[in-house]
């Protein structure tokens, strides 16, 4: 006889000695911990510096940490939690085994209605389970089932190139190059590439710029925005710039992903080369997308652009560098984003090779192939929920 799989989608659980009703939502046995905080009233915070994040609710404290598999109740009791909290669509997520948890530990009652599961779930005993329930009273709610396999995942449905610089920003100008033509000669062409590739897939691939234009911050991140409610879907960022540096002898490929830590010298070189080029007014303005994103969202942001940087990156051979840096082009971004320093165009050698027709084709037809990728991945791991973080 086949094991009885979690035929259940989403079932409630109500809460009874927290004062008044709650239910939670859940979804192939997930809970969104945003939710879940907002559900029960909680206060929720994240300290990137210790990749925590807690929720403080009555006179209780939930601590849970990115890439590791317990949380701590009460700074007293450590559970075990497999796997860790579960990543997708730029949020986390947590198992009815950790609910179970802390109801247990903090010996709330909870009810779980019409609830069908397999020998895996094992850790259920404190659950009250009623099979057949009839709604007979306005204590409980009555349980809606659905057939959906996946409700909570989303899958990708943009692709948005971003030509850096433009306009009144030429971005860095040597060896006769202003960056902001050969960002734009390079959008184009991956634009193309990526159009071929993608459009019978149903993704739509989108240029932020197609001419010699100026674009805020604010107008980037709307681009992604109106997409993300448009296409219904989820969206990558590919920001493609050309660097320089003082030291003419520097050459090289590097990706950034966005990260709050601190950066070494290099980094912040280029860091502020690409920074020094937005206006200050600008900067100030865009900051109160980071409200609307929300922090907890930005985390989980930022791990989905540190993949797909990696990802990325392995189609570029070995010598790349791929860091983490608070670049303000990509830091807005409400989907996984990177930015490109194809090359020092400060080099005389390399900034020949990356005006060359055959160097852009190479790269277009790279970069392509690493976006697909992460699309693949992204899609197999359904929103990499099954994934193991990259190290």
Known sequence: MKKLTLSLVFFLITLTSLGNQIVFNFTNDLIEIFSFSETIKGNLEYDPYRSKITIKFESNILEFFENREFFIINSNFVVPMPGGLLKSNYNYYLRLSSIDSIVSLLKIECRILNFQTDSKFTNTNNFNKTENYKKDSTKFYELKITNETSSSFTPIKFVIIDPGHGGKDPGAIHNGIKEKDLTLKYGKKVFSELSKKLSKMGIKVVLTRETDIYLTLEQRAKIANDLLNKTKGYGIFISIHKNASPVRTKKGMEIYYVSEQGVDDSTREVLVLENS???????????????????????????????????????????????????????????????????????????????????????????????????????????????????
């Open 277 to 391: 080029f937005i206006p200050k007014e600008e900067i100030r303005k865009i900051s109160d997308l980071e409200k609307v994103i929300g922090k907890i969202r930005s985390v989980a942001l930022m791990e989905e652009s540190k993949i797909l940087s990696k990802i990325v990156s392995k189609n570029f051979g070995e010598h790349i560098t791929v860091k983490g840096a608070p670049f303000y082009v990509i830091k807005y971004i409400p989907v996984p984003s990177i930015l490109v320093e194809v090359g020092y165009i400060s080099n005389p050698e390399e900034a020949k090779l990356l005006n060359s027709d055959s160097y852009i084709n190479s790269f277009s037809e790279k970069l392509s192939n690493g976006i697909l990728e992460f699309i693949a991945e992204y899609n197999k791991t359904k929103g990499f929920t099954l994934a193991t973080p990259l190290q």
